[in-house]
């Protein structure tokens, strides 16, 4: 089972509240691609990127993030611009439950057969109860749409204790 994330294996992100209630691991490798989401200091965006890596593992995925070149601001790097050679792994160790690695990257999705991109958390969330793979095309801003992840998250967690789905379709 995949779990939330924040740093270094902690089960949940503090900042959503959440259980450790998750879904079962589907074999079907599944992906949320995110933007830069704004530029912002180390500690921002691990809470973006922990806040979306959360959902992802709700939903038996992985994040392909913006790199940090695009997502770090230079001004929390003694005003030195961040180097485009490093990814997030430089930064960053987020790993689910199971060890399995929070990010990812779009080549991996590309490697996968059958995979469908989807534009929304139902489609997400019907391939994945499908047990079929996803690459999921997140375009909002995290901050603006914080609630609504957590509610998303919760019905998640309400579906897999018996809570009826169509709690989760109002959302």
Request: hydrophobic content about 40%; some cysteine.
């Amino acid at each position: 089972m995949k779990g939330c994330v924040w740093l270094f294996w902690v089960c949940c992100m503090p900042t959503l509240g959440l259980g450790g209630a998750c879904l079962p691991n589907i074999t079907a490798p599944s992906f949320i691609e995110i933007g830069a989401q704004g530029r912002g200091g180390l500690g921002d965006r691990m809470a973006v990127l922990g806040g979306l890596g959360c959902l992802a593992g709700y939903l038996g995925a992985q994040l392909i993030p913006a790199p940090p070149v695009e997502m770090l601001n230079k001004y929390h790097n003694h005003d030195k611009p961040v180097d485009a050679h490093l990814d997030w792994s430089h930064y960053l160790n987020f790993t689910f439950r199971d060890g399995t690695l929070v990010f990812n990257s779009t080549s991996a999705a590309a490697r996968v057969k059958g995979i469908q991109t989807v534009s929304s958390f139902k489609e997400a969330l019907d391939l994945h109860f499908a047990g079929k793979p996803f690459l999921w095309k997140y375009k909002e801003r995290y901050y603006a749409s914080r609630e609504r992840l957590q509610n998303q998250i919760n019905a998640i967690v309400n579906i897999t204790s018996g809570t009826a789905l169509h709690t989760l379709y109002a959302l």
